[in-house]
């Protein structure tokens, strides 16, 4: 019990911020006067812009009061008029009706980025876990490098982050307190901590990864192994480094990913080809894919978690539909095998100016498609669901902006508009539909338009 509490101590999270460079300014005065707002969002206040202008690093803070250097413009600054909730939400602890939730501490230290290598490298290795990464990287593997390694990575991953995302609202375990822990980044800080679903994830995929490239290409794996070490190490550092979780959520996150890819990774082919062949592998898929929604664990208080489950599983229920509807129409089809084991292994085709070009035009005119049909979607199964609840779609979209803010200062809700149960029907109903179109149009439609005009991946097929 002793090394799970050192695990789970804020102030271990502390000592690795301050060893990678982020210095927390306590000062009494910093924090009791309130600074003058100018143009553009910034603040001026003259005490930390002296001290910034001696040292030229990254100053910001939580209450949005990020100071930009008056004399030689050479620190760099992080806006906050738009962006300022990201280092506003302090975690604390606070019992409302019998359930823990977060609230906002009235303290407001800001801090000091002392190293920008350390602030730029793990701030975007956290966005490995962002909606804009997944979309980037599935479609990426999809158009132009090789649809089958990434439906097994995709099941894997769809399997870890919705048991990962279960498992926190099941724990209910906050993330590190703050103070003393400094928020660098709050994105995600009304869910729950433990399991890490970044760590998890970081060890899952890019090993999923490995493992089914390695069966289907001629290729020396100990490279690539080192590179999923370090891929995982740093994302899962980032997390600690934002402050968003503490070691015993990394380890436990990692544990997760362990477990589940010696369960997973020997079953995916198996997987596969039965989502491939069999008939009534789409209505099976859909129907999985609504009871997995529907029985997300419920919380007492409200929280962004079962909608970005809704998003998770409806990109991958999509995206084995489409690859489901490929194979019946013969559009791919199994490399050829003996025994369960590939008749030989493809070379890998490193992409020459040709192929770097049609890479690009893939990515462009997909990714076009892709948000179009995403606004529309999302557009009509939102107002269709709001119709179906008899509830306005503004009233709906008042209740999340409400819930958030209610959240953030540790309230609850007292909205009539909108009740729970309606507003739970509409968000999980809208993000499925959204997203299994999503997902269908990565693995069905987009590689057909790119067919029509002439610009497919020659090796689609495979």
């Known amino acids: 019990m002793d090394i799970i509490r050192w695990m789970q101590d804020p102030e271990l999270v502390v000592r690795l911020q301050t060893y990678f460079g982020i210095e927390k300014i306590d000062g009494d005065e910093d924090h009791t006067q309130q600074p003058k707002t100018c143009r553009g969002g910034y603040n001026t206040r003259s005490s930390v812009q002296g001290h910034q202008a001696e040292t030229g690093n990254l100053t910001c803070s939580i209450d949005g009061s990020n100071t930009p250097s008056s004399s030689s413009g050479s620190s760099s600054m992080i806006s906050s008029s738009s962006g300022s909730k990201l280092y506003q939400r302090i975690i604390g602890m606070q019992m ?32 490995t876990g962002d909606e804009i990464f ?29 048991i990962g995302q279960a498992l926190k609202d099941l724990l209910q375990i906050p993330r590190p307190l703050s103070p003393p822990v400094v928020r660098v980044d709050s994105k995600w800080v009304l869910e729950y901590g433990l399991p890490s679903t970044h760590a998890a994830v970081s060890l899952a995929l890019p090993s999923t990864l490995l493992i089914c490239s390695y069966d289907r290409y001629q290729m020396s794996w100990p490279l690539y192994a080192v590179a999923v070490v370090l891929w995982s190490v740093t994302v899962s550092t980032s997390r600690v480094y934002l402050g968003m979780h503490t070691l015993l959520d990394l380890v436990c996150g990692q544990l997760l990913a362990g477990v589940l890819l010696l369960v997973l990774v020997p079953m ?82 490193w992409p020459g100016l040709a192929m770097c070009g049609l890479t690009l035009l893939r990515t462009a005119f997909g990714l076009s498609l892709l948000l179009l049909i995403r606004h529309i979607v999302r557009s009509v199964a939102m107002r269709g669901l709001c119709a179906i609840m008899q509830v306005e779609v503004e009233d709906y979209l008042d209740y999340n902006r ?61």
């Not at 989502?275 to 592998?281: C, E």
């Not at 508009?417 to 509409?426: E, L, M, N, T, Y």
Request: glycine share 8%.
């Open 134 to 162: 997944y979309t980037l990287f599935f479609t990426t593997w999809q158009w132009n490098v090789d649809g089958a390694v990434m439906r097994r990575v995709m099941i894997v991953w769809m399997i870890t982050m919705y």
């Open 402 to 462: 409400t819930e958030t803010k209610k959240k953030r200062a540790g309230k609850d809700h007292t909205s009539t508009a909108v009740s729970r149960v309606q507003h739970c029907f509409i968000e999980c109903g809208y993000k499925l539909l959204t997203y299994i179109s999503i997902g269908f149009f990565i693995t069905a439609l987009g590689p057909a338009c790119f067919r029509l005009i002439g610009i497919e991946r020659s090796t689609y097929s495979t």
């Open 96 to 127: 409302v009706g019998g359930s823990e939730v977060a609230h906002e501490s009235t303290q407001k230290p800001s801090f000091i980025i002392r190293n920008k290598f350390w602030f730029w490298l793990f701030s975007f290795a956290s966005l």
């Open 268 to 349: 995916v082919d198996v997987l596969d080809s039965i989502l491939l062949q069999h008939p009534s592998s789409p209505l099976v898929l859909f129907g999985l894919t609504v009871a997995m929604v529907a029985a997300y664990p419920a919380t007492a208080t409200w929280n962004p978690a079962r909608g970005d489950t809704a998003v998770i599983l409806g990109v991958g229920c999509g995206n084995l539909m489409g690859s489901w509807l490929n194979y019946q129409t013969g559009v791919i089809a199994p490399p050829p095998r003996l025994g369960g084991i590939p008749l030989s292994r493809y070379p890998i085709i």
